[in-house]
């Protein structure tokens, strides 16, 4: 079975661009989280969605917003870069809410 | 901000020895999760325990929660040198499942 895939796996913006990164579940979840890691750091919820609903949101500016498909995909958008967005973006998933949650690779996001 | 705090932030030991990294967390969770996470990838997930479980083995792993104290261990016995990660716990606050991640143990097994 395939696990949680990312894409893409790297990227590169300038400060003021928008970016849109995208994740795929493992078949039959419904849940999808988000998280921030900056290097050294342990990762940061940002969002949560479950059956198409946020249920949860960390404390992100208004630039950070998801959304949920109803394949159970996500996208993480940012909007009007800034230099500290530069950071490893984790996708993770689970059958439900309150499950094992499993990762993806992650998205590595560069910020000029 | 990260609500979660783990200890020690770095540990260095022998092949073959155990290795112990302790977790504390703030709130009322839901359940505690344990994650290994290799040069800045992804994250492995190691083990889940629920709020209402005081241990849980799973191979050479060994987890321990104690919700009076709010704090949580991961013991890994007869280590090897692929054990060498970063260790994360990560715990699920009551009534959101919104996950707090520690700041991480980095576990060095030398050969």
């Known amino acids: 079975d395939a696990g949680v895939t990312q894409s893409p796996t790297h990227l590169i913006k300038t400060r003021g661009q928008h970016v849109t990164l995208r994740c795929s579940p493992i078949?039959?979840?419904?849940?999808v989280s988000w998280y921030q890691q900056v290097l050294g750091q342990g990762p940061q919820f940002i969002f949560q969605?479950?059956?198409?609903?946020?249920?949860g949101r960390g404390n992100f500016p208004d630039r950070f917003s998801a959304r949920q498909f109803p394949n159970y995909s996500s996208e993480l958008n940012v909007n009007a870069l800034l230099l500290g967005d530069s950071a490893l973006y984790l996708c993770?998933?689970?059958?439900?809410?309150?499950?094992?949650?499993?990762f993806g690779p992650g998205t590595r996001l560069t910020v000029l | 901000s990260q609500q979660g705090e783990e200890d020690p932030q770095a540990l260095s030991i022998q092949e073959g020895e155990n290795a112990t990294m302790n977790c504390s967390y703030k709130?009322?969770?839901?359940?505690l999760q344990w994650y290994r996470q290799n040069s800045g990838r992804g994250l492995v997930h190691l083990i889940l325990?629920?709020?209402?479980?005081r241990e849980k083995h799973s191979g050479r792993l060994r987890v321990t929660l104690d919700t009076s104290k709010k704090s949580s261990s991961l013991l890994i016995t007869a280590s090897r040198a692929a054990d060498t990660a970063s260790y994360f716990c990560?715990?699920?606050?009551?009534?959101?499942?919104?996950?707090?991640f520690g700041t991480g143990t980095r576990l060095k097994v030398l050969a």
């Open positions: 993770a998933s689970s059958f439900e809410a309150g499950n094992e949650q499993f």
């Open positions: 078949s039959g979840h419904k849940s």
């Open positions: 969605y479950y059956e198409k609903e946020e249920r």
């Open positions: 709130t009322s969770i839901n359940n």
């Open positions: 325990i629920r709020s209402n479980e």
């Open positions: 990560a715990a699920a606050t009551s009534g959101t499942y919104k996950y707090i």
